[in-house]
């Protein structure tokens, strides 16, 4: 398979830019320094655009196979099912206690408790549900499941 290195520089540089997202590097609530406060202010802005470069790219190399002659549907089914897998596989692993350290305070049945709550929690807004999974950062995959589906229909 060739690759276009260019392409990969930059996802490099956009996957670097979702952690900075994500992370807050330079957190302005713990350190108070003007200084951090701007850098901070500055990283988070030069980083937004990272999830639009990525669903650029998806969308372009999803229509150059397109124009290869690959059938469109059979392609965007093909699509839409990788990306279900990975949305509710990462919509399970959400859904798991992770704060195993809350037995040593809250007893055995504490991550299970916020497991329950967590479950009660989206079975009331099944809309959340299905446009954000279990945690909000997932809607880039409904988003990009929905641009392959308008895009199939056009």
């Not at 470069?53 to 549907?73: H, M, Q, T, V, Y």
């Not at 007893?107 to 446009?131: F, H, M, Q, R």
Request: proline letters at 5%.
């Amino acid at each position: 398979m060739n690759r276009i290195e260019s392409v990969d520089i930059f996802r490099l540089i956009a996957i670097v830019a979702v952690i900075i997202i994500h992370t807050s590097p330079f957190p302005t609530d713990v350190i108070e320094n003007e200084i951090y406060k701007y850098i901070d202010m500055f990283l988070n802005q030069i980083s937004k655009f990272a999830a639009p470069f990525f669903l650029i790219i998806s969308g372009c190399f999803w229509g150059a196979k397109i124009r290869s002659g690959s059938d469109p549907i059979t392609s965007s089914i093909y699509m839409s099912k990788r990306l279900l897998i990975i949305f509710l596989a990462w919509c399970l692993i959400y859904s798991l206690p992770y704060n195993s350290s809350s037995i040593y305070e809250f007893g055995i049945l504490d991550p299970i408790k916020v497991a329950y709550w967590k479950v009660i929690n989206l079975s009331e807004n099944p809309l959340t549900l299905l446009l954000q999974g279990t945690k909000i950062h997932l809607w880039f995959l409904v988003g990009m499941l929905c641009a392959v589906v308008i895009s199939t229909i056009f």
